[in-house]
């Protein structure tokens, strides 16, 4: 893996310090893939990657979306109908 330095990934609005990992794959006919990952710098959990999966797929992406099943306990509710969220 190549370190690419630090990324702020935001997903789904929230933002996440991760260092930028890249792999070089080749095989013995001179093919090259790359794949790439953006690793939680807090705690090292792959935020986000970029693998490839072969000439009949190609590549996947993947993505780790984080649900807050608590947000109605930050959630301030108004009278017209707006509301607003505490992160």
Not at 25 to 40: A, P, Q, R
Request: proline share 2%; with cysteine; hydrophobic share 30%.
């Amino acid at each position: 893996l190549h370190d690419r330095g630090t990324v702020a990934l935001d997903i789904v609005g929230r933002s996440y310090p991760t260092r930028y990992q890249q792999e070089r794959c080749s095989d013995d006919s001179g093919g090259e893939v790359v794949n790439d990952y953006w690793i939680d710098a807090r705690g090292g959990r792959v935020r986000q990657s970029r693998q490839w999966a072969g000439p009949s797929i190609g590549y996947i992406r993947t993505r780790q979306v984080v649900i807050d099943l608590n947000w109605q306990k930050r959630a301030r509710f108004f009278g017209n109908g707006e509301i607003k969220t505490e992160m």
